[in-house]
């Protein structure tokens, strides 16, 4: 089975910091992505890779940077952490570069900003 | 705009009483159209692909079909651990991203 795994469930942050989310694959996948999810809006795409050293913009990239220097590992990068980026934020992975919708997801990393 | 329109919001069913969640969408063009099922705390988890209108595909008490215009998940006798949200997401043609629908939160009750 893929596994997506999130390094932190559970974070709480001050204003201002540097915040990084890490986030690894096991299944040698070539896509993946970050999402944020928040109540009513669905699951918002920030940032997405296809490959090492790759990055692209998703919908709401403001605010946010990603890193890829491995395949197995895509780590999103908050520079300095606002209360507006107080989410659920969820990693995917997905081999088929064209049809990127069959996604594997971790369980997410809860953040909230103070 | 592309846009995906799920409903209802919530839906409430006593286990062993079948329902349809819908998902509507506006897309230049369709690549596929995803189903996922997320419980709570949890990140969303694979169900199913369409690709074209007419298609349907099951797994156990569900069952997705697919139009021009929307998809319906259709739950059949379901039970309690059927609860979670569904979420719908489409891809358009010619865009390597998807649209996520805002969801259907489901609890079913014995």
């Known amino acids: 089975d893929v596994k997506v795994t999130q390094s932190s469930r559970y974070l709480v942050k001050r204003t201002g910091e540097k915040v990084f989310l890490e986030c690894v694959q096991d299944?040698?996948?070539?896509?993946m992505f970050w999402y944020r999810q928040d109540p009513g809006l669905g699951l918002r795409l920030i940032y997405f890779?296809?490959?090492?050293?790759?990055?692209e913009k998703g919908d709401i990239p403001e605010g946010y940077s990603v890193s890829r220097e491995k395949k197995e590992r895509f780590s999103l990068i908050l520079e300095s952490a606002s209360t507006n980026q107080t989410s659920m934020y969820l990693c995917?992975?997905?081999?088929?570069?064209?049809?990127?919708?069959?996604?594997?997801f971790g369980e997410g990393s809860r953040l909230t900003v103070l | 705009e592309d846009q995906v329109t799920q409903s209802p919001e919530a839906l409430r069913l006593q286990e062993g009483e079948s329902s349809s969640l819908n998902c509507s969408y506006t897309?230049?063009?369709?690549?596929?159209l995803f189903w996922y099922r997320q419980d709570p705390g949890k990140g969303p988890e694979f169900l199913f692909t369409?690709?074209?209108a007419g298609e349907e595909k099951e797994k156990e008490r569900l069952k997705a079909t697919l139009t021009k215009k929307e998809s319906f998940l259709h739950i059949t006798a379901p039970k309690p651990e059927d609860s979670a949200t569904y979420l719908c997401?489409?891809?358009?043609?010619?865009?390597?991203?998807?649209?996520f629908g805002a969801g259907t939160r489901l609890a079913v009750h014995p």
């Open positions: 995917a992975s997905s081999q088929d570069r064209g049809l990127t919708g069959e996604l594997f």
């Open positions: 299944m040698d996948h070539e896509n």
């Open positions: 890779s296809y490959d090492v050293k790759m990055k």
């Open positions: 897309v230049s063009g369709l690549r596929g």
């Open positions: 369409l690709y074209s």
């Open positions: 997401a489409v891809q358009p043609g010619g865009y390597n991203k998807l649209i």
